[in-house]
């Protein structure tokens, strides 16, 4: 390795433990959960615990502390729990919320196909009621759901048996399901449009069978009541509809969330190029040249300094070129994956002439790891792959029918869901942020709407004031014809089938890209799923290096040393199969990903050199001070 630069603090990468034996399936399975660890389920999960395995609860008194804790309802777990699903772009981005709707019908088709069963969980249903009635009933919410933690709804009979009722319901509907004669994605289809219907229903949506909110409302004199239907009728006029899910009014873009220094030394009509003030007295020769995604703005990598990879990679003597993409419009519509593969050779070259070096690396997170796949297709189809050397990939999948089979949305997204997701786009000449989020949210609404909707509307508490909620909410657009891209993704698949993909007029073939590669992805992101990011390594060779967080899709990359509860598989993408991997990893390893990526970037970067005094240069000089411009535009 190249000696590392002075004043930057180089930790040693965590060894990797020498690959233990294949194991059976059972105990991969287990490693499996292992690495989750730390991770919580949602509380939807949670709440289905209890239904394979009904256990008496014999309810106590209302706890003073305890009611406190579940009025006030933390503001960090609802971020927390928000947290877990922000948005993120994927080629499936743009189905309808209709679309959501329509899969009801699989559901419904269920029922009429299968009378007799039906009838059965019905009656199944019937009988529990009575065991609830005559207080024989052993149904109880799980101890981790905390819509149900307020102790109220155990120690009031009418409350109690009103959530039993609702948890037999839940059960009944989920066996029937798992009964049915439906198969494949029609009872995937089925299980989520249940879910949907049994996250709405839930008893503590609704304030008069609300315990924690109907105290709040004595307690406060309906002070609550008055500033929950304020911030409804706030989020009707100004978050179509949506309940609000933090307060962006602390968080003031190059003053207190993207702080690091740097400028921005080029900018054109797509996008701004920030080079960032290298920290330490020397830097290595390679800079690094990073393509966020396109429909989130850049500054994931740089909130607040103690999460900022950026002032990491400062720390580092890595020199780092960051892309801002501009806010495109209507007028924007034509901009299109080939555009924006023109703009990252343009970072580079620009990267390169200030620096002085022949090459890059560069560095891909999500969707902007897929422009990223498709630039490198492109230098090796005009013969100019020299250009990068080595490539790093933040929960990025490029292998389109991996993110399909293990996503919620994968189900819904029908031939003809996707054809009018496009039609769309072209037609509104962009596909919203706020579009996105309001879809996504349907998702996952029990932590996306339902959390927010008691909190916001019946306690009448604030949203929380949250750095990554509030990057989260500050979304972009996409141009149609990008959007459009995106979604022939998934029928070509181009980036596993050479040829499917076309960049500015040349065939594509990513099987000709010999890059080194780093690959990270996290065990419970379920929006670019870890088995498809192991995917994404495989594409680049067994040398390529896989790393599994057990994290999910933004906490795998906002990952900084300090964590205790954090750790880390590491090891080459030499396993056909991504269980096989995990199983022959070895031991997990403690702490961030990030110390053990520097060292790895390290001894990729070149020699080491005195730092730059400025920023910029005679072709290139400073425009104005990061964060830009273009990340203020909405």
Known sequence: ?????????????????????????????????????????????????????????????????????????PAIELAVAAERHTLAVTPLIGVRPRDLL???????????????????????????????ATGESELAPAAKDKRF????????????????????????????????????????????????????????????????????????????????????????????????????????LGENIATAKGEVVFRNKMFELLQYAPSTPNVFERPLVMSPPQINKYYAVDLSPEKSLIKWVQDSGVQLFVISWRNPTAKQRDWGLSDYVQCLDQAVDVARQISGSPDVNMWGSCSGGITLAAYLGWLAAVGESAKVANTCWA?????????????????????????????????????????????FAWLRPNDLIWNYWVNNYLLGNKPPAFDILAWNSDTTRLP??????????????????????????????????????????????HITPWQGCYGTARLFGEQSTFVLSNAGHLQSLVNP???????????SASQAD???????AGERQQGSWWPHWRQWIGERSGVSRTAPKSLGSKKYPALCAAPGTYVLER
């Open 395 to 439: 929960v990025c999948v490029l292998d389109m029918p991996s993110v399909m089979d293990a996503t919620s949305i994968g189900l819904i997204a029908t031939p003809a869901a996707l054809a009018a997701a496009k039609a769309n786009s072209r037609r509104k000449g962009v596909l919203s942020g706020q579009e996105m989020a309001r879809m």
């Open 480 to 525: 149609a014809q990008l959007h459009a891209d995106y979604l022939d993704l998934i029928q070509h698949n181009p980036f596993s089938n050479p040829n499917k993909l076309w960049v500015r007029g040349l065939p594509i073939d990513l099987g000709q890209v010999q890059v080194g590669a780093y690959v990270v992805g996290g065990t419970t992101d």
């Open 102 to 132: 329509g899969a009801a019908g699989t559901l419904l088709k269920a029922v009429l196909r299968t009378p007799f069963k039906a009838g059965m969980h019905s009656g199944n249903y019937l009988r529990e009621l009575y065991r609830i």
């Open 149 to 252: 933690a307020d102790p109220t709804w155990q120690s009031n009979g009418f409350l109690r048996a009103l959530v039993q009722s609702y948890l037999a319901g839940e059960r009944e509907l989920s066996a029937f399901i798992e009964a049915s004669d439906l198969e494949g994605a029609d009872k995937g289809r089925a299980r989520f449009v249940a879910s949907l219907l049994v996250d709405a229903l839930a008893p503590s949506n609704l304030l008069l069978t609300n315990p924690t909110a109907l105290r709040k409302v004595l307690d406060t004199g309906g002070m609550s009541l008055l500033q929950g239907g304020r911030q409804l009728a706030r989020d009707i006029l100004h978050n179509q509809g949506m309940p609000s899910q933090v307060d962006s009014e602390p968080f003031k």
């Open 578 to 584: 991504a269980e096989d991997w995990l199983a022959a």
């Open 1 to 73: 390795m190249p000696a590392a630069p002075s004043g930057a603090e180089q930790p040693a990468a965590p060894a990797v433990t020498p690959r233990a034996p294949r194991k059976p399936r059972a105990s991969r399975a287990k490693s499996v959960a292992a690495v989750g660890q730390g991770a919580q389920p949602s509380e939807h999960e949670a709440a289905k615990q209890p239904l394979k395995k009904a256990v008496k609860t014999v309810a106590k008194p209302a706890v003073k502390k305890a009611v406190i804790k579940a009025a006030e309802v």
């Open 561 to 571: 040393p300090g964590n205790p509860k954090a750790h880390f598989y590491a090891a």
